[in-house]
């Protein structure tokens, strides 16, 4: 019998219920984005139940400690507000932890009874709860608007307006704003910039903080993280990239409209077109040439493309994940001739609708995709049931989908709970997308493998 | 490693001495040493109470404990979660409750159904779009149940759930009801257990009247089949030829709740989630309870005489004796083998609400000893024991969760034992509706610690540096980057099944497995282990 038996291909239509969300809530994305700053704490102002369970999923994405602290609001602070309990726990927090930054977010809770964070922190500061030389920064991250991404969005844009200002002396750096992904995505940009002689200032940056080392003592502040002197400089940049329209955008508005650092947004650099934009724009912003290692990496890859092109050709994908992400998936699909027949996401927005229709016109089929209200796995499953496809893309959630169907998944996006690797190898640049290539051409050319009859049954493929 | 002297007293002020004189008095009352061996008074711990904010605790929130823990694993009830995307979203799956679909073949556990309500239905109000996804859930997937739980900003909005559940339940003919288990109601998870308790026992228990087989029938309570232990105690039970109508709740159904009340004992495993339900069916229905434990192969032994001897028939005595017969050799080369690795070891346990007391058994089996325990959720009675019950103050939290009245059934209340065999079957060491509690079996040298924070692990450790850490995800990878091991005992780790006798065996490989892996001694590269000379010897090469 199958997992998810209760699931058929009739389709009816709803607007209430959603099954098997493709997304999850702000706050998460918050906590993830505060750990890319170098010694901050992040906080969740609610109950303690939505800190635990944002905690207990990016540990177990991770694999990683991942801490946070908590307002641990009961009836009355639902009440009367939470004012007092975030005051608590700010000086809580100093006292035992130490951190140099404490960076809140908001829960539904906290959002729905209209706790004013910013007023809040300056009673905090003026009650004399915040030592010499600590910052408080904060973001309003309530769960019922958008998904995680866009508390990603909020908390960067939050740590941009606790540090950055303009000394009026360029510092010559480039900004980089990389939307939700790896902390090894975070090292290849850097990698890259590196290799192009770019000096940049990323925010928010996890690399080291959630893929540190085993070294047999316990850093609640490991040394990864862009460091808030760092980020204090970033009004003097000379240009911005964000990396992500939906976790990036407002980060990015908010330096050109405060600060007049030109801004770009670009998709996420996953597969070759999406990279070839990212390397071009750095190349124009900067003036900076291309050096020949970038273009011998990016012709690697089209070499495997090409030497691989009769295994994917025409093969179906499925996909469920973020719009940042699944965009550029989505144009490497199409790339290497495969087809995105189904494609959810729970983030809604419009530019996703007329990207993917753009993407898709002239891909051989009637593809099918929806982001929003109810695009959830259940309707992806549903799309499967009707007419399947080869490959499935996304979070672990898929392998439920993987198995009933029979079908490879490339776990890909957010969250990865049973496999290891996405901490440490990118999927960004051409060298990801190299790895990308590997993986979904190990899922297919196993299948082909596992049901070859005798008779086609190849050493060479 | 350890086994230095250790004055508890000392420990308890090192844990606390950081920390803001307010929170230090408060989580003072939350420390307090064990009471092991005869003739020492338990001390009063503090237990229950509001988590100091901000200093990072372990626990989670009412809806955790009403749809994740209690309702979650009840395999055919469509579970819907009223509020935004996240708490149904971090609920799916995340507690390994296996689950087995059985020849009715119906099994929500991998769905995850929410209401995602969005701004608009803060502002205007959620029930309309509740009751749609109930008929959406019912057209979709036809179960016979559906509850709802409401998380925070559904219960500041003031969504009347309860009258959606009545007006859908009415309409569709299926057992709809709700739960107000909202994160903020309550101090910890352990509200939320009660919440939904309350609604099981009001809409589900005892409306089947469909009689069972069976000569010795009995329900487990608080036993949620995480990693298959369900599925162990099962195989067990019918090797003994016990009957097992409902596993509140592991692997269940509505079905089996509704039949709940034909079982002539009831037995509970985890006390703190569910020892109100054993009280209100003795109540109703009069039957009485018993404390089991089944995890650890003798106390698995002594829980099925116990059980054994409750039904007072030579016949299921000799069954379970001719059973522990058969599952003990197993058990004895599988401990010869091991315990000369284990032997000495020590070991602390922070946990929901049981477990941290089981696990000592299991633990007293490979020759271990538990340092320090304590429990997430807890209330004093779990610590203390049962006879704290009438001293343990109704606060404010304890006032918000629903205390049901229940009274004898009319038509189903029978009484299974008189007073005097009762009286007779304590003289015999079953003792009816008691719990001793975790403190009492304590050595003196150890801590128990309610509610333990963050800051207040890691201190431990660094003082008492125990050879293994048991306690959850969260927690987990903090832990080994000290250097030790650590084991998941809510989720198990992937592991397990850890309860009767295949468990307990599951459970001394793993605990060796971890205590003696090889990595911990490596991590320090070869240039890092020794003093200056060495480093400079590697810089000098
Ligand atoms: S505290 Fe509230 S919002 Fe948070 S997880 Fe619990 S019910 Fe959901
Ligand atoms: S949806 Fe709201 S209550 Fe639930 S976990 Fe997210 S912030 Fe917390």
């Known amino acids: 019998m199958a997992l998810l038996r209760h699931t058929t291909g009739e389709i009816k239509e709803r607007k209430a219920l959603t099954v098997n969300p493709a997304k999850t809530c702000q706050p998460i994305g918050a906590m993830y984005a505060a750990l890319g700053v170098h010694n901050c704490f992040p906080h969740s102002h609610g109950s303690q139940g939505c800190c635990a369970y944002h905690r207990s999923t990016l540990t177990r994405h991770y694999k990683e400690p991942i801490v946070a602290g908590t307002s641990s609001f009961t009836e009355g602070s639902s009440v009367f507000g939470g004012q007092s309990n975030l005051i608590t726990a700010i000086d809580n927090i100093f006292t035992l932890y130490d951190p140099e930054i404490i960076a809140v977010h908001t829960t539904c809770l906290s959002e729905t009874i209209g706790d004013d964070l910013r007023q809040i922190s300056q009673k905090a500061k003026d009650d004399g709860k915040v030592p010499e030389g600590k910052v408080l920064i904060y973001a309003s991250t309530p769960s019922y608007v958008g998904t995680h991404i866009t508390g990603y969005s909020n908390m960067v844009k939050g740590i941009l307006k606790g540090f950055v200002a303009k000394t009026g002396t360029p510092n010559g750096k480039l900004n980089i704003i990389p939307g939700f992904c790896e902390p090894s995505d975070m090292a290849e940009l850097r990698r890259l910039c590196g290799m192009m002689g770019i000096e940049i200032i990323m925010v928010p940056d996890t690399n080291g903080v959630v893929n540190g080392p085993m070294t047999g003592k316990y850093e609640m502040f490991p040394k990864g993280g862009a460091t808030k002197e760092e980020i204090a400089t970033m009004g003097d940049s000379m240009a911005t990239i964000g990396l992500g329209r939906w976790a990036t955008t407002d980060a990015v508005n908010y330096l050109d409209a405060d600060f007049k650092v030109p801004g770009t947004i670009l998709g996420m650099p996953i597969g070759l077109q999406a990279t070839d934009r990212f390397i071009e724009t750095l190349h124009k912003l900067t003036g900076k040439a291309v050096p020949d290692a970038i273009t011998f990496e990016r012709g690697q890859l089209v070499d495997i493309i090409s030497d691989y092109d009769q295994y994917l050709y025409g093969k179906k994908v499925a996909l469920a994940g973020d719009p940042d992400q699944l965009l550029p998936l989505v144009e490497l699909i199409v790339t290497l001739g495969m087809i995105p027949a189904y494609v959810v996401s729970g983030t809604a927005g419009k530019y996703f609708e007329d990207r993917m229709a753009e993407l898709t016109k002239d891909v051989p089929y009637d593809c099918k995709y929806k982001c929003g209200p109810q695009a959830d796995m259940y309707l992806l499953h549903q799309w499967i049931k009707n007419d399947p496809v080869d490959l499935l893309i996304g979070n672990t959630y898929l392998k439920y989908i993987a198995r009933d169907e029979d079908i490879p998944l490339l776990r890909h996006g957010f969250p990865i709970l049973d496999r290891v690797g996405h901490q440490y190898f990118p999927t960004f640049g051409y060298s990801g997308g190299m790895r990308l290539l590997e993986k979904i051409l190990a899922a297919i050319m196993d299948r082909q493998d596992r049901d070859a009859p005798e008779t086609r049954f190849e050493l060479q493929m | ?541």
């Open chain 2, 1 to 541: 490693m350890s086994s230095k002297p250790i004055n508890v007293e000392e420990i308890k002020k090192e844990l606390i001495a950081k920390m803001p004189t307010k929170v230090a008095r408060k989580r003072a009352k939350s420390i307090v040493p064990g009471a092991g061996g005869s003739g020492e008074a338990i001390p009063e711990i503090q237990a229950n109470v509001r988590t100091v904010p901000g200093i990072i605790t372990q626990r989670g929130c009412t809806y955790a404990g009403c749809k994740g823990v209690v309702l979650g694993p009840s395999r055919d009830i469509v579970n819907l979660t009223h509020g935004p995307i996240g708490c149904g979203f971090y609920s799916w799956l995340t507690r390994r409750n296996e689950t087995d679909a059985g020849p009715d073949g119906d099994n929500f556990i991998p769905y995850c159904f929410s209401t995602d309500l969005t701004e608009h239905d803060i502002v205007f109000g959620g029930m309309k779009k509740l009751s749609a996804a109930i008929q959406e859930a019912y057209d979709n997937f036809h179960p016979k149940a559906i509850s709802v739980f409401s998380t925070c900003p559904v219960g500041l909005i003031g969504d009347d759930i309860h009258s959606v559940a009545r007006q859908m339940q009415e309409k569709l003919g299926i057992t709809v009801f709700a739960n107000s288990c909202e994160g903020y109601r309550g101090v910890s998870q352990s509200a939320g257990h009660h919440i939904a308790n309350n609604q099981i026992m009001k809409h589900i228990i005892g409306t089947d009247d469909t009689p069972v087989e069976g000569k010795y029938k009995i329900n487990i309570l608080g036993e949620y089949n995480i990693g298959g232990d369900a599925f162990e105690i099962e195989r067990i039970l019918e090797k003994c030829g016990i009957t097992l109508i409902a596993t509140f709740s592991g692997n269940s159904t509505v079905e089996s709740f509704r039949k709940a009340h034909f079982a002539d004992l009831n037995t509970v495993m985890c006390h703190r989630s569910l020892n109100y339900v054993a009280e209100m069916m003795e109540t109703k229905f009069g039957i009485p309870w018993i404390k089991v434990n089944f995890i650890g192969a003798h106390a698995t032994a002594k829980s099925l005489r116990r059980i054994a001897t409750y039904f007072e028939d030579q016949e299921l005595l000799d069954r379970v004796e001719q059973v522990i017969a058969e599952e003990m050799p197993a058990i004895e080369a599988a401990i010869k083998d091991i315990r000369p690795r284990t032997e000495g070891k020590t070991a602390m346990m922070f946990v929901g609400g049981s477990r941290a007391h089981h696990y000592q058994e299991l633990f007293g089996e490979l020759g271990m000893k538990v340092l320090c325990a304590g429990y997430e959720f807890a209330h004093r009675d779990d610590y203390e024991g049962r006879h704290v019950l009438p001293k343990i103050k109704v606060d404010a939290d304890s006032r918000n969760i629903e205390e049901l009245e229940v009274e004898q059934d009319a038509t189903r209340y029978k009484p299974r034992k008189t007073p005097e065999q009762l009286e007779a079957l304590k003289a015999k060491g079953v003792e009816v509706k008691d719990y001793d509690g975790m403190i009492g079996q304590m050595d003196k040298n150890s801590l128990i610690i309610d509610d333990i924070s963050q800051y207040e692990t890691e201190k431990l450790i660094e003082i008492m540096k125990p050879d293994i850490f048991c306690a959850g995800i969260k927690e987990k990878y903090i832990i080994q980057k000290m250097g030790m091991p650590m084991k998941q005992l809510h989720n198990y780790d992937i592991g397990g099944p850890y309860a009767g006798f295949v468990g307990a065996i599951n459970w001394y490989r793993d605990i060796d497995r971890m205590v003696n892996s090889k990595i911990w001694s490596l991590t320090k590269a070869p240039w890092q282990s020794e003093g200056p000379e060495l480093e400079a010897s590697y810089v000098a090469e």
